[in-house]
């Protein structure tokens, strides 16, 4: 069974930086792609980045510039670098996980337990 599991939340002022990391565990796997979401409190879940396992990334508009997601395929890790942080980036950050089991031959659509932002201003 294949698993993801965020870290690198935590507390940062506005215009900081931070770095969170998604890693995937299990058995025999093949990820296709790996998305970042995040959800703040009494708004709905959102895509904040993507990146699939041919390399291509997409990310949301309103933090083009200064979010990027990157692979590491070594470690089964998908990064998201935040930099210019803005009080409006905060929230708990998922990582979903869409891929193949080599195993079974089924496909998998998994999510982590999210890791929190907090931005102050």
């Known amino acids: 069974q294949v698993q993801v599991a965020e870290s690198g939340g935590g507390f940062v002022k506005a215009g900081g930086s931070l770095r969170l990391s998604c890693v995937a565990s299990?058995?025999?796997?093949?990820?296709?792609?790996t998305t970042w979401y995040r959800q703040a409190p009494g708004k709905q879940r959102e895509e904040v980045a993507g990146i699939q396992s041919n390399g291509g990334t997409n990310v949301l508009a309103s933090v083009q510039g200064r979010f990027a997601i990157s692979r590491d395929d070594a470690k089964n890790a998908v990064d998201l670098q935040m930099n210019s942080l803005k009080p409006e980036d905060a929230g708990v950050y998922y990582c979903?996980?869409?891929?193949?089991?080599?195993?079974?031959?089924?496909?998998?659509?998994?999510w982590g337990q999210g890791t929190r932002v907090t931005v102050s201003s």
């Open positions: 299990g058995s025999r796997f093949t990820i296709i792609k």
């Open positions: 979903r996980a869409f891929g193949v089991s080599q195993a079974t031959s089924r496909t998998f659509d998994v």
